[in-house]
């Protein structure tokens, strides 16, 4: 692997350690271009999707809702500019949630998510986490359930 791959993995490891696990949300300026594009998968909730606040704002809302939000690296993958990210999340919903009022309940869900770098820094993002999975756990919608008779 190249030293260039070398150094995006590096970042982006240090950029989920700084912003999603140590709520250090002031790392995104030295992790991330103003010019920073996010290319999201459906979600309930709204954040812009360009510049640097992208970002800020997931990460806040994310940590008011989750206080004890916790994203665990399962994989991460670089090659040339990109890096991918495989991650587990884990918290308990006891905050409001983007507008959605505390469960109390704890939420497990998986993520992916497909970077771009330039310059040293995060330019382009297209992620996929289970939304649905979120919306389940927290009491939004309910379960897949009921019983075969």
Known sequence: ???????????????????????????IEQAVSSDFVDHPAKRFFRVPQQGRESL??????????????????????????RVVYLGEITGTHTGE????????K????MEINYLRMQDGKIIEQWGIFDVM???????MVPSAGGSAH
């Open 1 to 27: 692997m190249s030293t260039e791959q070398e150094r995006n993995k590096a970042l982006v490891l240090q950029m989920y350690e700084e912003v999603w696990n140590k709520k250090n949300h002031a790392f």
């Open 56 to 81: 800020y704002e997931a990460a806040r809302g994310f940590h008011k809702g989750m206080p004890d939000f916790h994203d665990r690296m399962i994989q991460v993958i670089a090659e040339g500019d």
């Open 97 to 104: 949630l983007f507008g959605v009022p505390p469960s109390g």
């Open 106 to 109: 704890p939420v497990k869900i």
């Open 133 to 139: 999975g979120m919306m389940q756990q927290i009491g």
